[in-house]
């Protein structure tokens, strides 16, 4: 069982930057591919960046590319997000995803979300 919390959102001016958190409870942390979901209102979860189990191999939606960054602390039992260059378009709730598989596909675990807004 890993339980997720996330951290670190709130409300931004279009072009800031903010850096969301996610600590993991459990020992088996660094097995688990971990991921950044979010969800706009009227719309579906989808997809913003995931790292592998090691922190070797990273990969994001093509909207954030270039703009955000995942990194994880395996010591710390943490995964991050650090998003630069904000767009109104970004304002989301924000889910952070432990997966068993390869890669962060949206199975297994989930936090509870934490709120982005930035504003134009």
């Known amino acids: 069982q890993v339980q997720l919390v996330e951290s670190g959102g709130g409300l931004v001016q279009a072009g800031g930057s903010l850096r969301l958190s996610c600590a993991a409870s459990?020992?088996?942390?660094?097995?688990?591919?971990m991921g950044w979901f979010r969800q706009a209102p009227g719309k579906k979860r989808e997809f913003v960046a995931g790292?592998?189990?090691?922190?070797?191999?990273?990969y994001y939606a093509d909207s954030v590319k270039g703009r955000f960054t995942i990194s994880r602390d395996n010591a710390k039992n943490t995964v991050y997000l650090q998003m630069n260059s904000l767009k109104p378009e970004d304002t989301a709730v924000y889910y952070c995803?432990?997966?068993?598989?390869?890669?962060?596909?949206?199975?297994?675990?989930w936090g509870q979300g934490t709120q982005v807004t930035v504003s134009s």
């Open positions: 790292i592998s189990w090691s922190g070797g191999s990273t």
């Open positions: 459990g020992r088996t942390f660094s097995s688990y591919a």
């Open positions: 995803n432990a997966d068993r598989g390869p890669i962060a596909a949206g199975r297994d675990y």
